[in-house]
């Protein structure tokens, strides 16, 4: 018997390897540029990179920079559009896989899908413009009522404009709903139908078979779902830029402050990109945001992971 493996299969091998290794050097190769890049930067840097609240870079002579409001705006717009998102993006996917009509789910399905079609400026401009001004009087209420928590606290730019973390959150659920619903979607629908009949042979009803059936399996895929979109809102740059107000003061953990997230500051800093140093802040800006992403990307990978194994 011939143990050795045909051409074929040897080329095909090397050309996956090669393919999948393609991705590996080029997320190292982005990682020692904006690391090359910044380090300058952040030896020049007369402020505590992790913990200032200033990023002024207009003079490469006396630079001051660092991420803390920029972490804190992109954490709070982000977490809070996963956790509006999530809970509405599986019971969509739910309701189409183990609800709807055949002759529903479809159109239905593709107007959810066409949402991913919408460009960002197209979000920002719906957001500042009506869904600001409609939030203004909520936001007003739970300042009013919910003061006393960090959350809703009065921020640092008025709430009559509009241009809020809150806002923003919202604007970022709507966008990343596509992402997570198709992929939650997908997932519901590959749960083995022997499970399913098993659980009506029990007397289950619909709810208890999404319960005990549906939702355990396809728990993974809705984590690596709930990621993806995670990994969307984190670098949404244009409708965060247009949203979010500028604040003269720090932020402090409420979601009715302003600011700029990462990607967003990044954005509004473009002409500043003629000299060495100030461009090397907003690239050490950027690795920080890499690197968070890719923190998050791992975490998930892992809790997803530990789920199917447990």
Request: proline letters at 9%; zero cysteines.
């Given at each position: 018997m011939n143990n050795r493996s045909p051409r074929g299969e040897r080329l095909f091998r090397a050309a996956a390897v090669s393919a999948g290794s393609t991705v590996v050097v080029a997320i190292a190769l982005i990682a020692i540029f904006l690391l090359v890049r910044a380090v300058p930067s952040l030896l020049?840097?007369?402020?505590?990179?992790?913990?200032?609240p200033q990023f002024r870079t207009s003079d490469?002579?006396?630079?001051s920079f660092g991420i803390r409001d920029l972490l804190m705006v992109t954490l709070l717009s982000s977490v809070f559009a996963l956790t509006l998102a999530v809970p509405i993006s599986v019971g969509i996917a739910v309701f189409l896989t183990q609800y709807a009509p055949r002759r529903l789910t479809r159109p239905f399905a593709v107007v959810i899908d066409l949402l991913a079609a919408v460009p960002s400026i197209i979000?920002?401009?719906?957001?500042?413009?009506?869904?600001?001004?409609?939030?203004?009087?909520?936001?007003?209420?739970?300042?009013d009522h919910?003061?006393?928590?960090?959350l809703f606290r009065e921020g640092n730019v008025s709430l009559a404009g509009g241009g809020t973390i809150f806002t923003a959150g919202i604007v970022l659920a709507v966008m990343i709903l596509p992402i997570i619903t198709s992929v939650s979607r997908e997932v519901f629908r590959q749960t083995p139908f022997a499970h399913i009949e098993a659980a009506q042979a029990l007397g289950a009803t619909r709810w208890e078979v999404v319960?005990?059936?549906v939702l355990p399996y396809g728990r993974s895929g809705v984590i690596a779902a709930a990621m993806l979109g995670l990994g969307r809102a984190l670098g949404e740059t244009v409708a965060m830029l247009i949203i979010l107000r500028a604040?003269?003061?720090?932020g402090h953990w409420s979601l009715f402050d302003g600011g700029y997230t990462f990607a967003s500051k990044i954005a509004s800093a473009a002409a500043e990109f003629s000299a060495p140093l100030?461009?090397?802040a907003y690239i050490a800006a950027g690795f920080a945001l890499f690197t968070l992403t890719f923190v998050v990307n791992a975490a998930a990978r892992a809790v997803a992971g530990?789920?199917?194994?447990g």
């Open positions: 020049a840097n007369n402020a505590n990179f992790f913990t200032s490469p002579d006396d630079l979000f920002g401009l719906w957001g500042i413009f009506v869904l600001a001004p409609m939030l203004v009087p909520t936001m007003r209420f739970l300042s919910l003061g006393w928590l960090f319960r005990i059936a604040a003269a003061q720090p100030p461009t090397g530990g789920k199917v194994n």
